[in-house]
């Protein structure tokens, strides 16, 4: 693929800034990273970096037209369906190529016991058994959990999350992945958790936390990706610079 001049990567994840320090800087390619800004600190990026949305399939498609992208690379987090749909419909229009990078998701193994939903609110309506959570799910999705009673939350995040159950106790961790397993273990029974709720993000780097809990035995709500379109897929930023021929 010689001919690439102008990509747009669709950034939020710690592989699209892997990908965005593979792509830039290289001959002949120009690279535009675009972040929705939902996280203070990304990662280091290099090249033209923009923050903030399109406004939607509309405004992409005429970002894409008036900065003459050839080529779009969806690096979003596997549950920014949006984006990711907007994107491809988007591509489509204008008859560019569209490709996706997504960490493959994690699957249960012997000795897991996960009960799989679909969306964080179901995630909330299965809590009753329960009374330590774990709440892993993003600073921005614990609404759902604000008005359950007589629980014990222990709440992390990336950054600082606003979250005040007011029938409910409390705690919050500050902090980025990778964990090591000997840590969450040692987390989940200082804290006496007895039960994990987590998002399908796949890859290595919060994995830790999903066999500590099959160490203790103790249970996971497992929010599973929303369906996507069908499109071009790759697994890892190897095998999509081998696809770009870079």
Same mark, same amino acid.
């Given at each position: ?5 102008? *990509? ?8 699209? /800034? =892997? ?16 972040? +929705?800004?939902?996280?203070?600190? &990304? ?7 923009? !923050? ?5 399939? #509309?405004?992409?498609?005429? %970002? ?14 596997? %549950? ?23 960490? &493959? ?9 996960? !009960?799989? !939903?679909?969306? /964080? ?23 759902? %959990? ?18 005040? &159950?007011?029938?409910? #106790? /409390?705690?919050? *961790?500050?902090?980025?992945? &990778?964990?090591? /397993?000997?840590?969450? %273990? ?26 500590? +809990?099959? =160490?203790?035995? *103790?249970? !996971? ?26």
């Amino acid at each position: 693929m010689a001919d690439l001049r102008k *990509i747009l990567l669709l950034g939020g994840t710690d592989d699209a /800034v =892997r990908l965005n320090q593979s792509l830039a800087g290289h001959p002949g390619v120009e690279l535009i990273t675009s972040l +929705a800004g939902r996280t203070r600190n &990304p990662g280091h990026l290099s090249g033209n970096t923009i !923050v903030g949305g399109f406004g939607g399939e #509309e405004g992409l498609r005429q %970002f894409i037209t008036d900065n003459h992208i050839n080529f779009v690379i969806d690096a979003s987090h596997p %549950f920014a369906d949006k984006i990711t749909r907007n994107a491809i419909n988007a591509c489509a229009v204008v008859d560019i190529p569209f490709v996706r990078l997504q960490r &493959p998701e994690w699957k249960q193994q012997p000795g897991d016991c996960w !009960v799989s !939903v679909a969306s /964080v609110k179901d995630a909330a309506s299965k809590l009753c058994a329960y009374n330590r959570i774990f709440l892993t799910v993003g600073r921005q999705e614990l609404a759902p %959990f604000e008005d359950i009673a007589d629980k014990f939350f222990l709440v992390r995040s990336i950054e600082k999350a606003e979250f005040a &159950p007011q029938r409910s #106790e /409390v705690s919050f *961790i500050q902090g980025r992945g &990778p964990f090591s /397993v000997e840590d969450e %273990f040692s987390l989940l029974r200082e804290r006496r958790v007895d039960l994990l709720v987590s998002k399908n993000s796949g890859g290595t780097a919060t994995y830790a936390k999903i066999e500590a +809990a099959r =160490r203790l035995g *103790i249970p !996971v709500i497992m929010i599973e990706r929303p369906a996507l379109p069908d499109c071009t897929r790759f697994s890892d930023v190897k095998a999509l610079l081998l696809h770009l021929g870079l």
